[in-house]
T-cell receptor
């Protein structure tokens, strides 16, 4: 059971380039999330999804787009990368259970550097 | 938004009990409190979650006072392998998914 898998693990981009980060989960979870982690900032929520075909903005959505075409996949896109988007990106998923707040399961991150 | 505040770092020795407190003065009625552990080059891993009073599992205890404006993660008898960063997360996944607020993390160093 792989859990949450992020692709790629590392990437270097030039300013202005575009790319897509892929997150896949095999736990049949309803909810999926994208975070970024910067030194001294903890984790900040970029976008999230409560189900297939739906997405919503988190705390820091500017400069990113997401799509959830399949329940098991959540894509994070950078249309025109900027140095300020250099960060470690984490994907997470959680189950939905009425009356309970299920914990998130995280992938091991994508380290993205933008020059 | 329920902003959270944690100590930046803590030191301990093997075998001691460690208590890490998170302050969340603006916690909302529906918010849960969740603690995660993170090792270098890995994603956060769930430790424990609670809403009020005390919760205990096989690895930790979580104490939440009646006003819920803070919470304390208690790690009994820590070992070297407990050296990690610990985050508290306050929020309600279902009603406030976009307002999940992680603390800045507490870097725990366990010494022999």
């Amino acid at each position: 059971n792989a859990g949450v898998t992020q692709t790629p693990k590392f990437r270097v981009l030039k300013t202005g380039q575009s790319m897509t980060l892929l997150c896949a989960q095999d736990m049949n979870h309803e909810y999926m999330y994208w975070y970024r982690q910067d030194p001294g900032m903890g984790l900040r929520l970029i976008h999230y999804s409560v189900g297939e075909g739906t997405t919503a903005k988190g705390e820091v959505p500017d400069g990113y787009n997401v799509s959830r075409l399949k329940k098991q996949n959540f894509l994070l896109g950078l249309e025109s990368a900027a140095p300020s988007q250099t960060s470690v990106y984490f994907c997470a998923s959680s189950n939905r259970r009425t009356g309970d707040n299920q914990p998130q399961h995280f992938g091991d991150g994508t380290r993205l550097s933008i020059l | 938004l329920a902003k959270t505040t944690q100590p930046i770092s803590m030191d301990s020795y093997e075998g001691q009990e460690v208590n890490i407190t998170c302050s969340h003065n603006n916690i909302a009625t529906n918010d849960y409190i969740t603690w995660y552990q993170q090792f270098p080059s890995q994603g956060p891993r769930f430790i424990i979650q609670g809403y009020k009073t005390k919760v205990t599992n096989e690895v930790a205890s979580l104490f939440i006072p009646a006003d819920r404006k803070s919470s304390t993660l208690s790690l009994p008898r820590v070992s070297l392998s407990d050296t990690a960063v610990y985050y508290c997360l306050v929020g309600d996944v279902y009603n406030q998914g976009g307002k999940l607020i992680f603390g800045q993390g507490t870097e725990l160093s366990v010494k022999p």
